[in-house]
């Protein structure tokens, strides 16, 4: 079975090709309703509408840059065309209408926009301001969105619990079961009349009721659950200025005339104008399939929703929102395409198939062998010719029986189990500060056997303050609260004065006054860090800012480890100013300030001298970055990069970001649980060395390399080094991939990779499971991520692992259990229906034993908590069966013992219970059905713990669990006492009773005693 599951039923975690997605739907033959079995699966037709889409989008686009490119050559001797604002637009106090903005922006129309005065001129007919935003007004705001919309795409309204109702009715073999439950009634009341002919067609339509009801309930429970996931997924924060002050708000919040300041990584959240910024590269793949990044700037000002930022920063108008914009359409569509299945979900529906083929089969026999039977009895009896109501009833009773195997065998529960306790594992996983973006994360996380996690903010608080520093060569620490005057004692004026302006210029944070008045800084930590140590100084930012004009940007990225700037100083003369990692902006470095506050010759001497500092620094795991600054002449191109080489050091500042709480003992759980943790930083090796011997990473036999020197190994020295590498540092993003790469397909390892940055988007893209962090990350690199840590904590990594492992093992209990009832069910029917001309089990009673396996044994088992036992055990890794021996093991062991105590109860139950009255074979089969229901409810504990013997443990703290199994007992009960008109059951003695729950009982020591046999 595993081998064709995996020829015909295996898909990847993520990415599977369409054709892979369909072969596997048209494999499914026996499928009993449709609806229900692919509701959570990737809608095909939906995604193929989705790229037509972006294909018209695309070529709109082109043409629209090509005309607007000719428009150019001719703006100035064209007279536009007059435009004639809407009187509802003129009433609310506005100069320009809903469609004329998104013609401007989306038809990239700098005729028409140049008509309108420019982006000064947008913004003044929107009514708001390109330095304050918008006023927070509530009339005026409340006046715009009825103008403008609101920045939501349109979703499919929400289905309520009817729809479900509605859905699972249209279950194949429960229709047929109805048709037969409406014959049965017609014919029952015209032989004996209302009510007593009435009763086995009741029971069968009560029966069917029930299912639908509680399955209706199950499934509407799970699209609650996966609706409140979505909503957790959509909340994107942006930074805006409205009134004057900068804060965050919702994207779903914004409105035209909106100032939207954007930086690396962001997702462009509206259709808007570019109003100023540098080096801004977007990423329009999104939205056009365009792989080739398009600059933005005041030539090209246009900016499209769903794009995202590439490189750079930039403050934006929002013209356009919501279904107006074209990646609000595109959405609209794509959020109907759904998630793609996972792999369980897939090979859970290639199970159900190849068993209910199998139940196919033997419902086909077992109807042949009763009906042959029954005709057997009318040859010898000599009335084949001659058919009386009750025989009609009798082969009536026949077929249902046969149907209702069909529902048995058909295990529809199984792919839907998935869906359930993946369902549930989201919802808990929310509540441990992990947001799961794709299902199938949740079951490979399970699977996990390595870990490449990034220091900063994972690892480390992400909380930085600078400790140490070394400028103009005099080494001092920085004590909390700082004291200006001890800092700057040793510092000449003019060095003091450079080292400010390098600062607070050179920085993609920035100083604010919020809504309280009071300073809030902006940024990444590290840029927040060197702020702080700038207003420890006695440095004034926006003085800064205003005496020196910022007229070219190289922002950060994890390539070059560096950023810089140029500067237009107020004397005319121009200074770049360049910061980044220690030992690469150092290398740059030709000259020093010296501690007289002299520019002086870099000599081998002090270079000595400062990399020492640079290791004594990192050795104390301090994050070290050194500024430097160069004179340039006057004529300097904006248009050249900014120089690579001859600066002067400033100093270098020691920053200091403390391990979390709690790091070491994840670090040690993973290792326990089979997982090899490895850290994957941009830092130095030093710093990275000190923090992951910290951490419990880096251990005596390990290795840690630099991601330079890792690239340039060849591939035979590549395999025998990346088993024992546990720390990079100074990588790349490329490293980063380069290594993943290697561990998925040369050690066949199964992968889980953090990422906050922008960069990471590949290593995301290639891991199994691709970790994005919620504080510190990019919109572009949560984009990329199957689970977003809300928290930026690795201990969060671990619950989410244990969880995938929970998923795992659940689902495999799940599926154990109802193997073992399919199989039991359909071989006592078959073998009853051949050896006694009739079946045991009823339509009614496989009904509600189809439900006890199905909607309600998923219930129970599929919702298990984790326990730490999981992280005790090896990962399953990427090639560990599903169905294991173990499972087998179990399975058949059960199934053997069940099937031997019904076949006895059938051959020698009459003679032990001494049932010789008129309803004996009524009786003997009501005591069948009861002891083989409890031989489920005992199983299904036996169930909780595949191969240990305690499967009591934390029982009584799963409520769902002891609920599923108190629940059906007492129904049980209410069905053999009282409801036998309509179940075809009579009431038991109390001896009855007690040996049909023995019979169940003893099937637990039974399991006990298989779980003694190795396999």
């Not at 015209?190 to 009721?209: R, T």
């Amino acid at each position: 079975m595993e081998n064709y599951l995996q020829e015909h039923f295996e898909v990847k975690s993520k990415g599977s090709s369409e054709e892979v997605l369909r072969r596997w739907r048209k494999l499914c033959g026996v499928v009993k309703n449709p609806k229900r079995r692919f509701r959570f699966i990737a809608n095909l037709s939906k995604r193929i509408e989705a790229d037509a889409m972006r294909r018209t989008y695309q070529e709109k686009l082109r043409v629209a840059v090509l005309v607007s490119q000719a428009a150019i050559q001719f703006i100035q001797g064209v007279t536009p065309n007059e435009y004639t604002v809407p009187e509802e637009v003129k009433a609310a106090g506005f100069q320009i209408c809903a469609d004329e903005l998104c013609s401007i922006v989306e038809g990239h129309d700098l005729k028409k926009l140049n008509s309108h005065g420019g982006v000064n001129g947008i913004a003044e007919k929107l009514s708001t301001s390109i330095t304050d935003g918008l006023t927070t007004d509530n009339n005026f705001l409340n006046r715009r969105q009825e103008i403008y919309g609101i920045n939501k795409f349109a979703e499919s309204k929400a289905r309520n619990f009817w729809v479900f109702v509605w859905e699972a009715l249209h279950d194949m073999t429960l229709m047929i079961l109805g048709m037969c439950a409406v014959t049965s009634l017609i014919v029952g009341i015209a032989m004996e009349g209302w009510p007593k002919g009435a009763h086995d067609g009741l029971g069968i339509v009560a029966s069917i009721f029930l299912v639908v009801f509680v399955t209706a309930a199950s499934d509407y429970r799970q699209s609650l659950q996966f609706r409140d996931l979505d909503k957790e997924k959509k909340k994107i924060v942006i930074q805006i200025t409205r009134d004057g002050h900068r804060q965050k708000m919702s994207i779903y919040d914004l409105l035209p005339g909106d100032i939207v300041h954007l930086s690396i990584g962001d997702l462009v959240p509206a259709d808007g104008l570019f109003v100023s910024g540098f080096s801004l590269l977007i990423d329009e793949s999104s939205l056009t399939g365009e792989s080739e990044p398009v600059m933005v700037s005041t030539d090209n000002p246009f900016l499209l929703s769903g794009t995202k930022v590439q490189d750079g920063s930039c403050k934006m108008i929002v013209t356009t929102v919501g279904m107006r914009t074209q990646w609000g359409e595109l959405m609209a569509t794509l959020s109907e395409g759904g998630d793609d299945e996972t792999p369980l979900q897939v090979k859970l529906n290639g199970v159900a198939t190849i068993i209910g083929k199998i139940g196919l089969f033997f419902a086909i026999v077992t109807f042949a062998v009763l009906v042959n039977g029954l005709f057997s009895r009318k040859w010898q009896k000599g009335t084949h010719w001659y058919w009386s109501g009750e025989e009609a009833m009798e082969l009536l009773e026949y077929f249902a029986v046969a149907v209702t195997i069909v529902v048995v065998a058909v295990p529809e529960g199984l792919p839907l189990a998935v869906t359930l306790s993946l369902a549930f594992a989201m919802k808990k996983m929310m509540n441990d500060k992990a947001l799961v973006r794709h299902l199938a994360a949740c079951e490979t996380m399970g699977s996990v056997t390595s870990i490449c996690s990034d220091k900063t903010g994972t690892l480390t608080n992400n909380r930085m303050t600078v400790v140490k520093s070394c400028i103009c060569m005099n080494v001092k620490e920085v004590r909390r609260p700082a004291d200006t005057s001890s800092l700057c004692s040793g510092i000449p004026d003019s060095a003091l004065k450079l080292l400010l302006r390098s600062i607070f210029n050179n920085t993609g944070g920035e100083i604010v006054i919020n809504e309280e008045g009071k300073h809030e800084i902006l940024g990444t930590p590290t840029e927040t860090a060197i702020l702080e140590f700038g207003l420890s100084l006695g440095g004034d930012f926006q003085a800064e800012r205003q005496a020196s004009k910022v007229i070219k940007v190289e922002p950060f990225n994890s390539e070059k480890k560096q950023m810089g700037v140029v500067l237009e100083l107020p004397d005319g003369g121009r200074q770049a100013h360049c910061k980044g990692a220690s030992e690469i902006v150092l290398a740059a470095c030709d000259k020093v300030i010296n501690s007289n506050g002299e520019v002086v010759p870099l000599e081998a001497a002090s270079v000595y001298q400062l990399k020492v500092i640079i290791e004594q620094f990192a050795s104390e795991a301090l994050r070290t970055l050194c500024l430097a600054y160069m004179e340039l002449e006057n004529d300097f191109s904006l248009d050249v990069p900014i120089p690579v080489a001859g600066y002067t050091c400033i100093g270098i500042v020691g920053i200091k970001d403390p391990v979390r709480l709690g790091v070491k003992e994840s670090v040690a759980t993973c290792r326990s649980a089979g997982i090899t943790v490895r850290m994957v930083t941009g830092d130095n090796i030093n710093t990275a060395k000190a923090i992951a011997r910290e951490c419990g990473i880096l251990t005596d036999d390990g290795i840690a390399i630099e991601g330079s020197e890792f690239r340039e190994k060849k591939l035979e020295e590549l395999n025998e080094l990346i088993p024992k590498i546990q720390v990079m540092a100074r990588s790349s993003p490329l490293d980063k991939h380069m290594l993943v790469k290697h561990l998925r397909t040369t050690f066949n390892e199964v992968v889980a990779v953090t990422g906050d940055g922008t960069n990471d988007a590949p290593a995301l893209h290639e891991a199994d499971i691709g970790l994005a962090m919620g504080i510190a990350g990019t919109e572009v690199a949560k984009e990329s991520a199957d689970v977003i840590i809300l928290d930026d904590n690795f201990s969060t990594i671990v619950t989410v692992a244990r969880w995938g492992r929970s998923v795992y093992i659940n689902i495999q209990k799940f599926v154990q259990f109802q193997l073992t009832v399919n199989v039991v069910a359909l071989i006592v029917n078959f073998s009853s229906a051949c050896l006694t001309g009739s079946a045991s089990l009823t339509a009614v009673q496989l009904l509600w034993v189809n439900m006890i396996m199905d909607t309600l044994g998923a219930l129970a088992l599929a919702t298990e908590p984790p326990t730490d036992e999981l992280m005790k055990r090896s990962p399953v890794g990427r090639k560990g069966k599903f169905i294991s021996n173990i499972m087998w093991r179990n399975i058949l062991g059960q199934s053997f013992y069940q099937l031997v105590v019904i076949w006895f109860l059938q051959a020698k139950g009459k003679a032990i219970f001494v049932l010789e009255d008129p309803v004996s074979d009524l009786t003997l089969n009501t005591l069948i059905f009861n002891s083989f229901v409890f031989c489920q409810i005992f199983n299904e504990i036996s169930s909780r713990n595949m191969d240990e013997i305690d499967v009591f443990k934390g029982i009584l703290g799963n409520y769902v669990f002891v609920g599923v199994i108190t629940c059906t007992a007492i129904f049980q009960f209410i069905i053999i006492e009282y409801l036998g008109t309509f179940a075809n059951t009579t009431p038991l003695t109390f001896t009855q009773w007690f040996f049909s729950v023995c019979i169940g009982f003893l099937g637990m020591p039974v399991a006990a005693a298989l779980k003694m046999i190795p396999v």
